[in-house]
């Protein structure tokens, strides 16, 4: 067990981490780090999409950063980020009790659980670039919307067996929220009291959410893009064809998908996309993520 | 009598499927209790965020024992038919008995026990329960709506031994998530062994069992709330549903809205609160506009009386409104043109183009009502062509049951004509049965024009509705048109639907609507001649008409089948509105008039008898008819004509011109007198006069004589279609 840190309110962003990291630790989830791969959203980390096939158990956390360049808002709107910052829990099988280890969390982090009020409100989660659903909650703490709770039914078009439990916190949006914070650029980052020096979200971010946000809306060429899209598009099934000892070369295959989905959220800020185009684009992008998701399970069931 | 109780208790079940599941589960404990033989003095169930329950009074022990008699084979039957019966029966042949020479079993039955039947019901239940969307979960196979999480079964006062894919039936629940009684949180267990023990552990345990109790609870809370503060309650009854199903131990708290947001529509205001946060908006009673509060319903009763509920909700309210304020000051900014060149982009049926072609087709479609209501028609073809901007603007992308009020609330930011603006605003009603009705000329002509083309299209690409399956509202939209069309505007409602058909015929790909012996004629040959100034003025090819009258009579039919659901609901006998939509006529006012005063005639004496004596002169045609007898010309009295006979010709004669002048001026309780002043004369010609005769010319006469009472009674309904 980890020293009784968890019954420390946390004093910043980064504590509000290390308090999750020690919590879920204790429940016996591997912390991982960020996959090195632009991606929307930590499901699509592979510890997630990939982990929750097959038949093995998983229970894993991470921090994922999270790009979604439409989002972008130069820095000035005080909620909204082309770059942030996603927790996420992923059990499988889900544990009976994972409600209440969820809960367990928001107490750790100093959400007292009788003087808050925290509901379940339906919420059926599905991300159809990765073909993948499941039924679930939005989870309110006063009103607002601090996780995603689903258990995932399928991904990459196929049934996950045993079911996997995933728990998504929007970390800043919780951190405003525990530290009675309006603006996300005025949440400490460290400790207000560290010895070397105190510094806020705005002081670590501001400046990236103003060049990135220039560079998603304005930037890219749209041709490269494009290019770069249809090449990652071209190399899936390339790579899937190739295997080492046997098994064909999924991991590196998914890392192309992502990259191919995070290109097509970059021409969509660009509004390079028209909308009877975009079906047809997260399409090409599902089918690719089928194929890889049935490769992976493949060997999954295999070994 | 013992009774049962079960309770499945689960993680969170969506609010918006409680109630539902409260049906099923009494329906399908009902028909496997039925099934099994039993039958319960009394059976109830409760739905809420976290359980299904089910108490059963008056069980017995076990089923009664039965008797059954089986019929097997003749004495003297093959031996096969002999083995066959003794296999099904499960007996030798020396226990059977011969009966008027049959073979005959006599079964005894003992009833099963009572326990054993109900395991095996909620297995059934648990395993067929109707979810609209169900899920597995962890390692299990079973499917429920979320992770079912206990069983609770007790019969008289025993637990049912039972065990659903490694849950066990036992007499344990668990109370509220959150409260309990001393420290810390979180379900506290508890026993149950019978209803009054359940209901009281729960609310020792924090949990409103009834759904209608939490209702009250939260509506009590309200009011109390607003009295302390000299506030309204704005009633919800859609959302105190779905609040009542998101809590078990619902508490309202009230909290402050900054008052700087009250300069934003109060509709904006209300759905932001409504859809996104789930809050109830109160009201000022001495201004009746809104007050800057709100009334969240919590799910715990906090030690500090809801202080940090309330100032939590408060900031993301806030939040809320600000996205709201920033919609309203980005839209006031882009306005009406830039949203209508938006709409070149939006799809609104892959078959029926975009959202701009759309518009287009209802701007020259209002501006062909708008002289039939007295609309002006530039007026109505400008506001016909902003109605549909406001769905580009940001805010109605958030908020989408705000379309059309938007668009009025923008339009007069804009400094538009206040009557374009309201058009605009009310192009929609009316949506719901309590839905008002627009009576502006102007909102009328819209209105119509956009409800007509919405039917029109989706015929044309058949998609009509089926059963219960209605996907575009297309029901709703006939019950608006005629509910406009009711509050006394007179149009020929074919007109419109044939040119509408007409240019989206033009413009899409449609179906070829072939021509039968239609439900309904339609009274002229629509189209063409009406709008002369209509791209579609000119000659037409008589198959293009064919097809024009059947698509219009189509269409026709479905407005009929509205129209007699809406005076069903007001005690008219449907057959009435077929008698009256056979004559082809097509202005829905003057139908519902005559239908209503043939509804009158029909409850008098004369009505009924002439009805009857209808019916039998229409029998006695047919048969003659289809023989061959074709009635050319005038009935002519012959020489020799009986009295009843001479009667008949002169009330027909006398009742020609009263009844074409009451007709004509639309009077149809006059003209329903008018018939029935032949009562008395068809009567006793029926009676007296023997129609068949054998001398051609006697009878042809009195075929004739029938003829013309068909035909004058024909011009005020089709009696033919009237039930008897």
Sequence with gaps: ??????????????????????????????????????????????????????????????????????????????????????????????????????????EAIGLDLRTHDIRFVEDDWENPTVGAWGLGWEVWCDGMEVSQYTYFQQVGGLDVSPVAGELTYGLERLAMYVFGVDNVYDLPFNDPDAPLGHLTYGDVFLENERQQSEANFHGYDVAVLKRQFEDMEEQVPLMLARSYQGKSLVLPAYDMVLKASHLFNLMNARGAIAVAERASYIGRIRDLCKLCASAWVEQQEAA | MPQLLLELFSEEIPARMQAGAARDLERMAREHLAAAG??????????????????????PIAQADRKEELKGPRVGA??????????????????????????????????????????????????????PKSMTWGTSKLRWVRPLKRILCVFDREVVPFAIEGIEAGDITEGHRFMRVGFGWGGQPFKARDFDEYAKGLLEHFVVLDVEERKARILEGCKTLCFARNLELVEDLGLLEEVAGLAEWPTPVLGDMDPAF???????????????????????????????????????????????????????????????????????????????????????????????????????????IAPLVGADVAKAKEAARLAKADLASQMVGEFPELQ?????????????????????????????????????????????????????????????PTGSKDPYALRRAALGVIRILLTGVRIPLSDPL?????????????????????????????????????????EVDPVAQAQLDQA??????????????????????????????????????????????????????????????????????????????????????????????????????????????????????????ELAGLRGPVDAFLDGVFVNSDVAAERDSRLKTLAAVRDAMGQVADFSLIGG
């Excluded at chain 2, 059977?96 to 054993?116: C, H, N, Q, S």
């Excluded at chain 2, 809050?279 to 009763?301: E, K, M, S, W």
């Excluded at chain 2, 206040?418 to 008002?436: L, N, T, V």
């Excluded at chain 2, 239609?518 to 100034?533: A, E, L």
């Design chain 2, 78 to 131: 093959p031996p096969q038919a002999m083995e066959g019966f003794l296999r099904k029966a499960g007996l030798t042949q020396d226990q059977l008995v011969e009966r008027d020479g049959v073979w005959m079993a006599f079964i005894e039955k003992t009833g099963r026990p009572t326990t054993e039947i109900v395991a095996e019901m909620v297995e059934a239940i648990i395993r067929g329960f109707p979810w």
């Design chain 2, 552 to 673: 219009v009579a189509e269409l026709l039919t479905f407005f009929a089948d509205r129209l007699k659901v809406t005076l069903k609901d007001q005690g008219k006998r449907h057959d009435l509105v077929d008698a009256v939509f056979a004559l082809g006529d097509d202005d829905l006012v003057r139908i519902v008039a005559r239908v209503e005063a043939l509804d009158g005639f029909l409850k008098t004496d004369d009505g009924k008898n002439l009805l009857a004596g209808y019916k039998r002169a229409s029998n006695i045609l047919k048969a003659e008819e289809k023989k061959g007898w074709k009635g050319e010309g005038e009935a002519e009295l012959l020489p020799n004509a009986s009295e009843p006979e001479v009667a008949l010709h002169d009330a027909l004669r006398l009742v020609r011109q009263p009844l074409a002048d009451a007709l004509k001026a639309e009077d149809f309780t006059a003209a329903m007198q």
């Design chain 2, 262 to 368: 009250l300069d934003l529509p109060g509709e904006v205001i209300r759905t932001s609160m409504r859809t996104h946060q789930k809050y109830f908006a109160v009201r000022d009673p001495a201004t009746g506009g809104l007050a800057p509060h709100f009334i969240t319903i919590a799910n715990v009763q906090s030690a500090d009386g809801g202080a940090v509920i309330a100032a939590g909700n408060a900031k993301v309210l806030s939040s809320r409104l600000s996205d709201a304020r920033f919609f309203w000051d980005e839209d006031v900014k882009v306005g009406f043109e830039p949203w209508l060149e938006k709409l070149n982009g939006v799809t609104f049926h892959a078959k029926l183009g975009t959202m701009a072609q759309r518009v287009e087709r209802i701007v020259a479609l209002a501006g062909e």
């Design chain 2, 38 to 59: 039993f039958l319960p003095e009394a059976l109830k169930t409760f739905a809420g965020p976290r359980r299904l329950t089910l108490v059963v009074e008056g069980l």
């Design chain 2, 404 to 464: 059309g009020l938007m668009g009025g609330y923008y339009a007069r930011a804009a400094g538009l004509d206040p009557e374009i603006a309201d058009a605009i605003r009310d192009h929609y009603k009316p949506q719901g049965p309590s839905d008002a009705v627009p009576t502006a000329p102007l909102s009328v002509a819209v209105a119509l024009a956009d409800k007509l083309d919405t039917l029109v299209g989706f015929f044309a690409i058949d998609e009509k």
């Design chain 1, 1 to 106: 067990m980890p020293a009784a840190k968890t019954q420390e309110k946390p004093r910043s962003f980064q504590d509000l981490i290390l308090t999750l990291h020690d919590y879920w630790s204790a429940q016996g989830c591997v912390i991982l780090q960020p996959h090195d791969v632009e991606v929307g959203a930590g499901t699509l980390h592979p510890a997630t999409v990939l982990r929750a096939l097959g038949p093995k158990p998983w229970n894993a956390a991470y921090v994922q950063p999270s790009r979604r360049p439409g989002d972008g808002r130069y820095g000035e709107n005080p909620n909204r980020l082309q770059h942030y910052y996603q927790y996420q829990v992923i059990l499988k099988p889900n544990p009976p009790n994972m409600q209440d280890l969820y809960l367990g969390s928001l």
């Design chain 2, 498 to 538: 044939a040119i509408a058909w007409l240019r989206t015929q033009a413009a899409h790909e449609v179906r070829q609507p072939v021509p039968t012996a239609p439900g309904i004629i339609t009274k002229r040959t629509i189209g063409i001649s009406v709008y002369p100034d209509s791209e579609f003025s000119g």
